[in-house]
């Protein structure tokens, strides 16, 4: 396999359910990374350009779903599955979609814009009250 321009790590991190912090995986990054590679290797990217890896915590959590760009250096955050089109399609044109990328603020919980919020799982049908 050739080595690629880019490797994506998608942060894949599952926390307990109901930790405050919540995680990347409670997210929705277990499915945005299998959307993200779909993505790419339909755009014929995936093979020389860019490879989408799984990650454990990139200490961002705030931010997450969380996706570290190297060798660029930057970081994609709050990222949803709506997004995944416009990620491959900006690596495809050689740019890069802004208003995901994380500012240096939220690289600190303290000043980082809010998260998203963690879904709550649903109640099993039948289940306990
Ligand atoms: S859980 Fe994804 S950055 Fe920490």
């Known amino acids: 396999m050739p080595q690629r321009k880019r490797y994506l790590f998608v942060c894949v991190n599952r926390r307990p359910d ?4 919540g995680s ?3 997210r929705g990054a277990v499915e945005i990374h299998a959307a993200l590679k779909s993505e790419l290797q339909a755009r014929g990217l995936a093979k020389t350009e860019v490879r989408a890896c799984t990650s454990s915590c990139l200490d961002v959590c ?3 779903p969380a996706i ?3 060798p660029d250096g930057y970081f994609y955050g709050r990222v949803t599955m709506e997004d995944v089109p416009a990620i491959a399609e900006a690596f495809a044109n050689g740019t890069r979609v802004e208003r995901l ?3 240096s603020n939220d690289f600190d919980e ?3 814009a809010p998260p998203l919020p963690v879904p709550q799982p649903k109640p099993v049908e039948g289940g306990e009250p």
Do not use: I
């Open 18 to 21: 109901g930790t405050p912090k």
């Open 110 to 112: 303290k000043t980082s």
């Open 68 to 70: 570290a760009v190297e």
């Open 101 to 103: 990328v994380l500012p």
């Open 62 to 64: 705030w931010a997450g």
């Open 24 to 26: 990347c995986a409670q």
